[in-house]
């Protein structure tokens, strides 16, 4: 993987704070860094034309996680949406970014990934005809894809540049979570002169333990997906913690956030109860997620009883990270700081504790990111709780 830093924190930072604290859209009174980046490439790539033999096409808006409808979280951050046509003008042509969790602010080489979707950390695809018996699939492999803002690994700002798209097909491994393609010789070539793509949400946060927006003052990231790496933020008026009864109330104007009458870094949520309490939020990846005695990190970053997480479903397993577990598929093993999750992976009917991660560049050699399906409503899903196996490729 190729990565240039180009100096966008500074921006983000102001950016990302000036958006919390008022509740608003970020509008600078000066170009950023960013923006001059993205309009400085805009200028160069007007210069260039498509290799031969590709045709140029456009990329129109794309959507995250829940953003779409229904929500669907992919195992990695997958954007979505469609091309400018360039199938059947009857049915659309999606347009594909998947970007590995740790995908880091800069400029990242697509060549890297050799046109295979199983090697990729910088994904870049879509489908002519998507849904069709005769869809065709394309698949990125050269160009620019650059990564101008991260607020979480949900919400970004970036652009494509010179980017080649070839027609593909599929290839081994098929059964993995993330399967291979490769190029169809002589087959047909579309090509991205410019693009961009915006999937940062107005109060948009990232709860993770030590992103810019997991602690503002005042503030509290909630996390809105299972394994807590994309929230939005709620403005915290209040004293009450964990436990309390509490009010959340919706924001009079546009663009603000709900207030609540809990504590700093406490959400106020009837996710796990029957009426509003206030839950501390941690992340369940952190090595200390810093939950009051008592509670455990659970699903969506909230500290909660295990007696309150079993009865509706999720289970736990003594072993630890690595060791065999006592029974079957089990959401929780490990201990706090060292989770994992029990999968039989292999088909030999025992499970082991597998441990969870986020991003599938922090699975080691030989190993593979698999994730838990939570199905949501709509037919949606979130299969962002990832964990790392031995693959055996």
């Known amino acids: 993987m190729t990565t240039r830093s180009l100096g966008f924190r500074a921006w983000r930072w102001s950016a990302v704070l000036s958006m919390a604290l008022t509740g608003c859209a970020v509008e600078p009174q000066e170009e950023s860094p960013a923006q001059e980046q993205l309009e400085a490439v805009q200028q160069r790539t007007q210069a260039l034309t498509p290799p031969a033999g590709c045709t140029e096409i456009t990329m129109n808006d794309l959507a995250n996680g829940i953003q779409l409808t229904p929500v669907k979280y992919g195992s990695q951050p997958t954007y979505q949406g469609t091309f400018g046509s360039f199938g059947d003008p009857a049915v659309a042509d999606s347009a594909l970014i998947r970007l590995d969790v740790n995908t880091a ?4 080489d697509l060549a890297a990934g050799g046109g295979n979707l199983f090697t990729c950390e910088q994904c870049v695809y879509g ?16 160009g620019s894809l650059l990564l101008a803002l991260k607020v979480s690994p949900q919400q970004t700002v970036g652009a494509l540049y010179n980017v080649t ?32 793509w915006n999937t940062v949400r107005s109060l948009g946060c990232d709860p993770r333990q030590g992103s810019l927006t997991a602690n503002l003052p005042g503030h509290t990231c909630v996390a809105d997906d299972y394994f807590a790496d994309d929230g939005t933020l709620e403005k915290s008026e209040g004293t009450k913690t964990q436990g309390a009864a509490c009010t959340s109330t919706p924001a009079v104007e546009a663009q603000h956030p709900a207030t609540t009458d809990c504590a700093q870094g406490f959400a106020c949520t009837d996710l796990l109860s029957d009426e509003p309490q206030c839950l501390k939020t941690c992340d369940p990846m952190a090595a200390v997620p810093g939950c009051p005695s008592g509670t455990l990190c659970g699903i969506y970053g909230l500290c909660i009883e295990q007696s309150v997480l079993e009865p509706i479903g999720f289970a736990f397993d003594p072993a630890l990270i690595g060791e065999t577990c006592s029974g079957g598929f089990t959401e929780f093993c490990g201990v706090e700081g060292a989770r994992g999750v029990c999968a039989d992976v292999t088909g030999s009917g025992q499970a082991t504790c597998l441990r969870y991660a986020r991003a599938r ?13 939570y199905p949501l409503s709509g037919g949606g899903y979130d299969r962002g709780s990832g964990f790392c196996y031995h693959d055996g490729l």
């Open 165 to 196: 798209l070839r027609e593909s097909v599929n290839a081994p491994p098929l059964s993995a979570p993330y399967k291979g393609s490769a190029v169809v010789p002589g087959g047909a070539c579309k090509w991205i002169r410019y693009a961009t």
């Open 105 to 108: 602010p800069g400029l990242h």
């Open 361 to 373: 560049s922090d699975c080691g050699a030989g190993e593979e990111l698999g994730f838990v399906n």
């Open 127 to 142: 489908y002519q005809d998507a849904g069709t018996t005769g869809q065709k699939l394309f698949v990125a492999d050269s």
